[in-house]
């Protein structure tokens, strides 16, 4: 018989690979956690500082590789926690293949805070230090199965049972999302919607557009009903929000059910709405369809519907229950709503930096690895500030142009993404960035986006974006790139200059 995945926590030095290896172990009432480390130590007979010191670092990471593959390859259940370099081997990469392999994340002053001043040899410079993380998280990233960011130790428990399921879903991969509200699963991969058991108790009731029904509604397992809503933006409004909480009664729809969100921006966030308010609040898991919904909209709770006068301006923060993310029902989407979430991606980027901006400026098309990069992204925007108040609001970025130019056509004219890649533009040239933003251009241009408007008045548009409801007194705060991956919020825009980008958008 096949030996049992055991659970292997990897990560950086000081990221509580070994607290949460242990807790783990405990809650799963299996034998002990195996710390690599600890062996490693028992094994030389003195404290891995010493092997460094004394032996060198290579016969350290020679007995190192030869301990954790043996480990690996011998793991029948279980959990075992990894030293930060052990990964480093293809052999103990390759030895990783049949576990589930869960990366415990930690932000650089964590690490070091907790890293240095304890004689480990590779925390004793604080910038080689930095630079070792983050030439390391390449490669924790690419070999995680399951990404657990800094601070869950007290959500572990809720975890486990996800982390556990990944065993029998290859190729799935796991992001726990946090906020202050609330926590939860975000499964991404091929064949997400059926590889695992589904992560919410209780009866599915689908919410799903008249054009996405028919493809998908018959992917999700175990439906209790449907309720169609027709297509389209112009339909994100309090009578279709109506007609869904009239179909829940119909189908007496009660607290211990959930919504399954099924579709792209606006069945999220329309079902995500009705979620929030029928009943005072019921659970919804998203299963976005899209690319602007799997690489945005999906995550984060914000959820609400339309006005004549102005967009999402009525909603609730209403975190999902679970993100089953599917990239293979990105398949029926046709090319021009592709091309729409494209916009929504060179945000995350622009946000992001780093490696996913490198992978997004040179162009490649959106993979699978490219949403879980995005996801990730906005899902670490979210976990800072739920609410808004503060750092979330980068995720805004070409959005309060966007909105306002949506607005102004009557919502019909251009696609949300569309509109959002003109509002980077304008963003990008009260940003003082004209070389990013003819990258920019180039970028959304050969993904088939417009780059330029015609017969919009940036009159009109200015104030409509004056009127934006994250204005804060007179001022409407504005989301500004100093390079990728240095987004600010709250920076300052005169009328004028407003006006003045706007026009730049005329063809
Ligand atoms: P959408 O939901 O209108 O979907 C676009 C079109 O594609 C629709 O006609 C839909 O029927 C169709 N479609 C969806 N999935 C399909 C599939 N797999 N195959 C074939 N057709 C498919 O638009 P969108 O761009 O996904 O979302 C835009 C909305 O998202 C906006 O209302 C915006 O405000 C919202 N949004 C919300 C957040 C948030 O944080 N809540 C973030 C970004 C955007």
């Avoid at 979620?275 to 914000?302: E, N």
Wanted: glycine share 12%.
């Amino acid at each position: 018989m096949s030996r049992r995945s055991a659970l292997v926590f990897i990560g950086f030095m000081g990221a509580g690979k070994t607290t949460l290896a242990r807790q783990a172990a405990r809650l799963l009432r299996g034998p002990e956690a195996v710390d690599s480390d600890r062996r490693l130590e028992a094994q030389w007979g003195k404290p891995i500082e010493r092997v460094f010191d004394e032996d060198g670092e290579a016969a350290f990471r020679a007995s190192e590789e030869a301990l954790v593959c043996e480990l690996l390859d011998t793991a029948d259940g279980g959990v075992v926690s990894l030293g930060g370099g052990a990964v480093l081997s293809p052999k103990v990469q390759a030895a990783l293949e049949r576990h589930v392999t869960v990366l415990c994340e930690v932000s650089p002053a964590t690490a070091w805070s907790r890293a240095s001043g304890r004689g480990r040899p590779l925390a004793r410079d604080r910038d080689a230090f930095a630079a070792l993380q983050r030439d390391r998280e390449v490669v924790y990233e690419r070999l995680a199965d399951a990404f657990l960011p800094e601070g869950e130790r007290d959500q572990l428990g809720d975890a486990l049972g996800h982390l556990t399921a990944l065993a029998d879903a290859p190729g799935l991969r796991l992001v726990w999302a946090r906020s202050a509200s609330g926590h939860y699963p975000v499964f991404v991969g091929r064949g997400a919607l059926t590889s695992v058991p589904w992560p919410v108790a209780g009866r599915r009731i689908c919410v799903s557009d008249e054009t996405v029904a028919p493809l998908h509604a018959g992917s999700v397992p175990g439906l209790a009903g449907l309720v169609e809503i027709p297509a389209g933006e112009q339909h994100k409004t309090l009578v279709t929000a109506e007609r869904v909480w009239r179909a829940f009664v119909a189908q007496g729809a009660t607290r211990a059910d959930h919504v399954v969100a099924l579709g792209g921006g606006v069945v999220g966030d329309l079902a995500g709405f009705c979620a929030a308010t029928y009943q005072r609040g019921i659970g919804v898991v998203q299963v976005p369809t899209t690319v602007v919904a799997q690489v945005d909209s999906a995550y984060g709770g914000k959820t609400g519907v339309d006005l004549p006068e102005a967009k999402n301006y009525v909603g609730a923060y209403h975190q999902p229950r679970a993100v089953v993310v599917d990239p293979e029902l990105l398949a029926t989407l046709p090319p021009e709503e592709h091309a729409a979430g494209y916009a929504e991606v060179v945000k995350t980027a622009l946000i992001a930096g780093g490696a996913l901006w490198e992978h997004v400026a040179a162009g490649h098309p959106v993979d699978d690895a490219t949403i879980l990069a995005c996801a990730r992204t906005k899902l670490a925007v979210v976990a800072g500030d739920e609410r808004d108040d503060g750092g979330r609001q980068v995720l805004n970025l070409g959005h309060t142009v966007g909105h306002a130019i949506e607005t102004v056509t009557g919502y019909t004219r251009l696609r949300h993404g569309e509109a959002v890649g003109l509002g980077l533009l304008a963003a990008l040239t009260l940003s003082g960035r004209p070389e990013l933003r003819g990258e920019v251009a180039a970028l959304l241009a050969a993904a088939g986006l417009p780059i330029s408007i015609e017969g919009v008045d940036p009159e009109a548009v200015a104030e409509a974006t004056l009127r934006d409801k994250k204005r804060l007194g007179d001022a409407v705060p504005f989301v500004l790139v100093e390079a990728p991956g240095a987004v600010r919020h709250g920076q300052a825009v005169s009328g004028d200059q407003l006006r003045a980008a706007v026009a730049g958008l005329a063809g």
